[in-house]
């Protein structure tokens, strides 16, 4: 970030994190309709580079990339970056069947749609364990039906929620959906498989995976 210069360590961490936070919710609220997935910063010594993964890169680089000229001189201003100190790029999301903000999105786009949410959600479930998850777990809370507020809880397949395994293996979403009865709560978790590719999900293997050799003759 480019107001960062002169602080302390501590201080430093801290306005670095706002910083993320603030442009995260910028961008996803500029690029829900494009299937925003997320946002990677890295720092050059040259600048300060923002990758937006999103699911229709296309439309977040507009006709002839002026979109992201927009979004990068919007950026700009906001944070204090000097010219060229800032450089957008737009990345597309190899299978967001697998992004749990790309899947919240899309139930939240369900449920403004009308859709039923029971529907909706075993729809986004299916979705996407064919795309090759472990395991799945939405939570839909609020007036769902009638004026006496619940949560409503669907699962499918394998999910680690303790220990140091959900760091890699779980993406976790939470949405606000703004219906005319009131407002709904929704949380997607994706728990994603072991992938030595690194292609689908993490290299590192699951902690309590056996693996049983046949004995040596």
């Keep these: 970030m480019a107001l960062t210069a002169n602080l302390s360590r501590k201080r430093k961490f801290v306005a670095d994190g706002v910083f993320y936070c ?6 996803r609220r500029e ?4 299937g925003f997935s997320g946002v990677e910063v890295r720092v ?8 937006i993964q999103a699911t229709r890169s296309k439309d977040v680089l507009g006709d002839g990339g002026r979109r ?3 979004l990068t001189s919007v950026v700009q201003k906001r944070f204090g ?3 060229g100190g800032v450089e957008l790029y737009a990345e597309r999301v190899a299978n967001r069947g697998l992004s749990a903000i790309a899947q919240a999105e899309s139930l939240r786009y369900k449920l403004v749609g009308g859709l039923p949410v029971r529907r909706a959600c075993y729809g986004v479930m299916r979705f996407v364990m064919e795309s090759g998850a472990k395991g799945i777990e939405l939570i839909v809370s609020g007036k769902v039906r009638g004026q006496r507020a619940k949560a409503m809880k669907f699962k499918d397949g394998y999910m680690k ?3 140091d395994v959900p760091r890699t293996y779980v993406s976790s979403c939470t949405r606000h959906v703004y219906m005319r009865q ?3 709560g929704l949380k997607c978790t994706i728990m994603l498989d072991w992938d030595p590719t690194g292609a689908k999900g993490p290299t590192k ?4 995976v056996v693996t049983v050799y046949n004995p040596k003759e």
Excluded at 31 to 34: F, I, M, P, Y
Excluded at 44 to 51: G, K, L, V
Excluded at 205 to 208: G, T
């Design 31 to 34: 690029l829900a309709e494009d």
């Design 81 to 83: 970056f000097p010219e």
């Design 205 to 208: 293997q699951l902690p309590d």
């Design 161 to 163: 929620a303790s220990g």
């Design 68 to 70: 992201i000229r927009e």
């Design 22 to 27: 603030e442009l995260s919710e910028f961008l």
């Design 44 to 51: 050059t010594p040259q600048r300060t580079e923002i990758i």
């Design 182 to 184: 009131g407002t709904l």
